[in-house]
């Protein structure tokens, strides 16, 4: 029996370390070449903030993940650590997380990761849709998970840019057959466009040159760094403050303006904040 038992254990002890592996998500990634750019936006642009000076930033090579985390592949990583999300802890003070009503936020102490942005549980059919309702937190513990991490604010910029210099990847105006926003706000005196009102699954719009679909628009997106203002001075893969109180998101949202989806725009928030409106993706240094 003993024999038996020294036989089986090495073995027993490969499939569990195998575990982990087999039930992670697959990631689509796309290959973000190293270069150069310019961080932030012109002065002359339209709808430019105070703390877009722009600055030059060069990164190494790194991979990001094409499309925004789903809610199917956010349910793989509950599933298989038994995570418990803030919304589900009821961290910051409040159970649930934000949801829109329509006209305004609110607070449903129900509304977790497997919601809509109303807060109702998702039938499986929409799990391809970005998972919503978590916190910068949750979002790192997912790409821990998943051996990486969150983009940081200047791979966001210029993984969105893919090297362009105007206020959108598509150029000087954003359409709304080109990304998911509220088309009753068009850019800079544009045509309207429609307002869907929810976001799509991702991947429903043209990606941009390198590959990376909805970087305008359907879903904010949480970054890595701590919130702070541009350094003054040429850097090289910078990861922001050591320090801070907000968290960093990007690209705007289904709900909000054609201006908050500029690749420049900086917005932020407490770590600890879920909301309807904001989601992410990952990336690789391999």
């Keep these: 029996m003993r024999y038996l038992v020294f036989l089986i254990f090495p073995f027993f002890c490969f499939w569990m370390a195998e575990l982990p592996a087999q039930s992670r998500p697959v990631i689509e990634w796309a290959d973000i070449p190293a270069g150069t750019f310019m961080m932030g936006s012109p002065p002359a642009e339209a709808s430019r903030k105070n703390d877009e000076t722009q ?8 991979k990001m993940s094409r499309y925004e985390i789903t809610v199917a592949q956010f349910k793989a990583f509950i599933d298989a650590t038994g995570y418990r999300t803030d919304a589900d802890k009821g961290t910051e003070g409040y159970n649930g997380s934000y949801i829109w ?9 129900e509304a977790n990761w497997k919601c809509d942005e109303k807060g109702n549980p998702r ?78 699954p991702v991947g429903s719009f043209s990606p941009n040159a390198w590959g990376l679909y909805d970087m305008h628009g359907n879903m904010w997106e949480w970054c890595s760094d ?5 350094p003054t001075v040429p850097s090289t893969n910078p990861a922001g403050p050591a320090t801070g109180s907000l968290k960093n998101y990007r690209g705007g949202c289904w709900e909000f303006f054609a201006l908050s989806c500029r690749s420049a725009q900086r917005d932020y928030s407490r770590p600890g904040r879920r909301v309807c409106f904001i989601g992410f993706r990952i990336v690789s240094s391999k």
């Design 226 to 230: 701590w919130y702070d203002t541009y």
């Design 123 to 200: 039938p499986l059919s929409e799990y391809n849709r970005p998972v919503m309702h978590v916190s910068w937190y949750d979002a790192q513990a997912f790409a821990k998970w998943m051996g990486c991490r969150l983009p940081t604010e200047a791979e966001w910029e210029y993984g969105c840019r893919a090297g362009t210099t105007t206020p959108f990847n598509t150029g000087e105006n954003l359409t709304t057959s080109q990304a998911n926003y509220d088309g009753n706000y068009p850019y800079n005196n544009y045509s309207t466009g429609i307002h869907r009102g929810i976001p799509l």
């Design 55 to 62: 600055y030059k930033v060069t990164l190494s090579a790194f």
């Design 101 to 109: 009503t329509g006209e305004k936020l609110e607070i449903k102490a």
